[in-house]
């Protein structure tokens, strides 16, 4: 899809967000850091949001993400991870 929706079910907000797709061609990656997601609410991102290092954007129509990682910080400042991938 063009979006991907992230759910924080967490009774506490995450806050700087960063988020990493990484693509199939190893080490191509791209980024986006967000301040704040709110507990109990949901973020919907597009996946154009996200950009290279050298500013280019995904596409989500030409490029296959390989694995999808978030991290932030949590109540307590302890840092939250998650990770997911795709076959």
Known sequence: GSQFIIYNNDTFD???VDFQ???EDAGSSYNLSIPVIHA????????SEFTS???ARFNPYTMKPKR??????TQDRKNGTYFAGWK
């Open 53 to 55: 290092m050298n500013g």
């Open 40 to 47: 109990g609410k949901k973020r919907v991102i597009r996946a």
């Open 21 to 23: 797709l990484t693509l």
């Open 14 to 16: 995450w806050a700087n």
């Open 68 to 73: 999808f990682l978030v991290w932030c910080d």
